[in-house]
Each structure stands twice: as structure tokens, then as C-alpha cells.
């Protein structure tokens, strides 16, 4: 099966892993419902019978990877910035700074962004960080949109249906320009949609294709101003991929001009346009005076980067910069008795874990696997490292979103335990090492030591951290060849559709985009799943 078509569907069984079964604290098999094979016997499907919904198969897809742990599963992580009070501006659980939201106040007509990096490029279709949406999206904006809440909008589409089971319509919004002053045409829309779905579209091959998972294609539609999506099966979440995935741009623009040229500068609908770019320095802009909308509050806009959260700090402070990410716990009181800043805090979508690649030892061991997830003292993580602004998980689907399995916990800390499955799996003895960004997420290399030095007591096995770039950590898992990757890593993973296929297919399933597993029974679930209709 092609990539694409399995994209759509998560997963045929394209990769087998031999697992054995999950054990409870206790030592004793779980029963788990039956998805995975024990040493004993294998449970009869009145055990354990098939979902009926699509929500039942993403649940039980959570309890399967719950039991087999190819990841230690850390915490939710909270988005906390730090913001003047010369702005008016609430944090959004999806980790967007959206300019257009930032209200400056009195005489003040500029905003300063002050980012742990900055972008990876341009170019809108041809990056996956979160930093880099937060540059590109005051520029570009999609088809639909979503409010602070999470709630889907409108946004370059006044309306959509679903037409048939592999069909849906968006109706485009009139009187829209582009910052190089052409008009948004159907033609644009539809070829931003293939550039991203099909890799012989606009001279790219795009890293989000797996974000519009299921999408096969796009066309405008006969006589009025709308485009058709194509898709392979129901795709029972479409409208939630176009809220949250695809920026739109101008078909002759891009057509026109290269790689270098698309990365360095930018042509987009939103309400502000490109002033100034250098890299890895800032980037500046100005309002767009033309925007469909109510022209953006600010009349200027800069974004620039501070690697160090003590640096970005430091700058909030003393007014170089008009709101901060990731304010780390020991610096909070700092900026809330502050006479001119403050605190903005969130629960984001994004979960932070350590991927175990499963055909690698010592984590080919599943029994070796749970053991890591037994040794740490998470709540104690949680408590200590990030002062509370996070939440504990267990599964890859945070809580609120579809598919979440309320009957999954966190795994306990039980060091007995972690020892005994060590002996188990055959890996007494074993030397790990934890790759892991330093200030790309919310305290990640205290977390990262705090997992090392929990794992480092056990008895059986020795660990150590090993502090990476982000950019060259990241480029290694995004090759799509897990030989070069670590076999033990941090890392952090947003989902903004708020549904549970768009962490598992991509992270967890055989030929995800950035799997670390595979296992016939998740890539079954998933493949059932997404056959199924859902509530949009």
C-alpha cells in the first residue's frame, strides 16, 4: 500500500512487532480486552468485544498502546506566557499566537513576539514546528479557522457540507486579495490543497501531507465560487483537518518563483503583511491595508527568538518585548509581581513523551518498555519540575479530546516492579541514553534528567541525557528512516484538531511520519476508525 493511501486509512498491517503481554503492578497479566497477546492464553472476543463507534475503536487504541508503552508517557504540556500590560491577550489552548487576537493598548501601536526560535522557512506547506506556524500564520490563513476555545470558524470559506462519503464542498468568501494584490481564485485554493496531498504539485513533496490525512485531492467547482475535496473514504474529520491544517497561496506566485524565494519572503490574505525578514534574527510586519476584515490592531508586528527562557524573561521585564513563551516555573512570581507584566497560562494540545523506537534495544522489550514507564515518579515530575502546570498522561490522546480513554491512568511509580520487568525482558544490565531538546518546550531538559536520574537508581539499568539541538533532533525523526534516529528521545507533539487519529496515525501507527512502532493490532483500530463516520 502506498504511504498516502495508508495516511488515510492508519495503517493495513504493514509492520509486525512480536509483544508480548502487559502485566499489573502485581506481576499478573491484564487483561487489557484482549488486544494483545500474554504468555498465558489469548482472550476470546466475548472478552473483549469490537467497539461499535468510532470514538470505542480510538478508546481502545489508547488502551492497547497504554499496555504495550512504546512511549513513557510524560505530561500535558501547559502553555505559560508571560505578557506586558500594555497588550490585551489571552493564551489559546492550541499554542497559535494569532497577532490579529493582540489588543495594544493607549498610544502603543506596535507588538513585539518574543519566540524560543524562530522559522524553519517560509514557505507555509514545507515546515511541522509550531514556531514557525506562529510566523507564517499572520500571513497566511486557511479555508476554516478555530476560536481561542478550539471551536471551528469560518475563515477564507463562508461555508461548507459534506456531499457524499468521499466529498465535501467549501464556498469561498468574495473580495479577498492577496498582499501581492491579486484576487483569491478557486484555482489557488484548490492547488494549495495538492501541493500539500500530492507530492508532483508546486515543486514540493510536503511534510503535512499525514495533516490532511485521507485527503486525495482538490478541484474547483463548476460555475460558482467553490472548491470540492476529494477524499479516500469518509474521512470522518475533514472539516476539523481544514481548521486547523492548510494555508492557502496564490498558485501563480508560487509557480513563479523558487525554493529559496518562497522560504525568504511571503504572499498570503492575512491581516499582516511582510516588511522585513532576516534569518534567524526577526521578522517584521506591517498591517495589511487591504485585509477583508477590520484592519489588525497593531500597525507593526515583530517576532524574534531567545533560545534561553532566563533571556526572554529579562526582556519581558524590561519592555523590549510585549509577551514571552514558555516562562519557566522559578521565573513566575518574577513576572506576576511585576507592576507592568503578567501571566498567561493554558492546558495546551500538546503531550510531551519519551518515544522508545520498538526494533531497538533494549525497547524491543515491551516487558523492558513498561518497565521505563514504572521506574519514573511522574507525579513527583509534575510537582517538583514543572510546579504543577502540567497534567500527568498515560495514553497518546490527551483528556477533552475524541477518543480519550477515561479508564486509562498513568502508569504508578513502583520501582519493584520496574526492576522485575528489567529481569523479564531480558535487558538486565542495559545503558540507555535520552536524547533531548534544551528550551524548545517548558522545561524539557529538567524533565529529561528528572526521567534519567528516576531510571538511573533502578538497580539493572544505567541512563544518561544526551542535550541536543532541536532543529538537528528534529530533522533526524523526520527523515522517515528510524535507523538514524535516537532510540530514545523527548520530544513534544501539538494536535490541534483535537481528536485522537491525528497523534496515533502519524506518531504511533506502522507507517506513520514520524512512528517510533508498529504493531498490527493499533494499525487494525485505526484502520477501523477512520472507515467510520464521525461528528462533522
Known amino acids: 500500500m502506498e504511504r498516502r493511501k495508508f495516511l488515510t486509512l492508519a495503517g493495513t498491517a504493514a509492520g509486525t512487532a512480536a509483544l508480548a503481554g502487559c502485566s499489573s503492578g502485581d506481576g499478573t497479566p491484564t487483561d487489557g480486552g484482549g488486544d494483545t497477546a500474554t504468555d498465558t492464553e489469548e482472550p476470546t472476543a466475548t472478552e473483549r468485544p469490537e467497539p461499535e463507534t468510532r470514538e470505542g475503536y480510538l478508546q481502545r487504541a489508547n488502551l492497547v498502546l497504554n499496555e504495550e508503552a512504546p512511549w513513557i508517557f510524560l505530561n500535558r504540556q501547559y502553555s505559560v506566557y508571560g505578557k506586558s500590560t500594555d497588550i490585551a491577550w489571552q493564551a489559546r489552548r492550541d499554542e497559535r499566537i494569532d497577532a490579529y487576537a493582540i489588543e495594544p493598548q493607549g498610544s502603543k501601536s506596535s507588538v513585539t513576539i518574543t519566540q524560543s526560535q524562530l522559522d524553519s522557512g517560509l514557505d507555509p506547506h514545507d515546515h511541522r514546528e509550531t514556531p514557525t506556524d506562529n510566523i507564517v500564520l499572520q500571513a497566511y490563513e486557511g479555508l476554516l479557522s478555530r476560536d481561542r476555545e478550539g471551536r471551528v470558524t469560518n475563515q477564507l470559506a463562508t461555508g461548507y457540507e459534506r456531499v457524499e462519503a468521499g466529498q465535501v464542498r467549501f464556498q469561498l468568501r468574495s473580495g479577498v ?7 483569491l481564485t478557486k484555482q489557488d485554493v484548490a492547488f494549495s490543497i495538492n501541493r500539500i496531498v500530492q507530492s508532483d504539485v508546486g515543486g514540493l513533496e510536503s511534510p503535512q501531507s499525514d495533516q490532511l490525512a485521507g485527503v486525495t485531492g482538490a478541484e474547483p467547482a463548476d460555475g460558482d465560487s467553490a472548491v470540492v475535496v476529494s477524499s479516500d473514504g469518509i474521512n470522518p474529520i475533514v472539516f476539523a483537518l481544514f481548521a486547523s491544517y492548510c494555508d492557502v497561496m496564490n498558485r501563480s506566485w508560487v509557480e513563479s518563483n523558487d525554493t529559496a524565494y518562497i522560504n525568504s519572503h511571503m504572499n498570503g ?31 507593526s508586528l515583530t517576532i524574534q527568538a531567545a533560545g534561553e527562557a532566563s533571556t526572554r524573561v529579562n526582556q519581558l521585564l524590561s519592555g523590549e518585548t510585549d509577551l ?18 503578567e501571566i498567561s497560562a493554558v492546558p495546551s494540545t500538546r503531550i510531551i513523551y519519551n518515544a522508545m523506537i520498538y526494533n531497538r534495544e533494549p525497547f524491543d522489550s515491551p516487558q523492558f518498555r513498561q518497565a521505563m514507564n514504572y521506574a519514573i515518579d511522574l507525579e513527583s515530575i509534575i510537582s517538583n519540575v514543572l510546579s504543577g502546570f502540567a497534567d500527568q498522561t498515560g495514553q497518546p490522546t490527551l483528556e477533552g479530546f475524541v477518543g480519550h480513554n477515561g479508564d486509562v491512568d498513568p502508569y504508578p511509580y513502583d520501582v519493584e516492579e520496574a526492576e522485575r520487568l528489567v529481569e523479564e525482558s531480558g535487558y538486565a544490565g542495559a545503558e540507555i541514553e535520552l536524547h533531548t531538546p534544551n528550551g524548545r518546550y517548558l522545561k524539557d531538559l529538567e524533565i529529561a534528567q528528572a526521567v534519567v536520574g528516576y531510571i538511573d537508581e533502578l538497580e539493572n539499568v544505567s541512563a544518561e ?13 523526520l527523515d522517515g528512516d528510524l535507523s538514524t534516529s535516537p532510540a530514545f528521545y523527548l520530544i513534544g507533539w501539538g494536535n490541534a484538531t483535537f481528536d485522537a487519529s491525528q497523534t496515533i496515525i502519524p506518531l504511533l501507527t506502522s507507517d506513520g511520519a514520524l512512528t517510533s512502532y508498529s504493531n498490527d493490532r493499533v494499525d487494525e483500530l485505526m484502520n477501523e476508525a477512520q472507515s467510520m463516520g464521525g461528528e462533522n
Open 177 to 183: 486579495s492577496f498582499h501581492s494584490g491579486d484576487s
Open 324 to 341: 514571552i513563551v514558555n516562562v519557566p516555573p522559578q521565573n513566575i512570581s518574577q513576572v506576576q509581581n511585576s507592576e507592568d507584566s
Open 269 to 299: 490574505t492575512g491581516p499582516f503583511m511582510l516588511d522585513n525578514y532576516e534569518q534567524d534574527v526577526e521578522i517584521s510586519y506591517e498591517s495589511y491595508d487591504d485585509y477583508y476584515m477590520d484592519a489588525a490592531p497593531a500597525d
Open 465 to 477: 541525557v544526551q542535550q541536543r539541538d532541536f532543529g538537528n533532533l528534529a530533522g533526524e525523526l
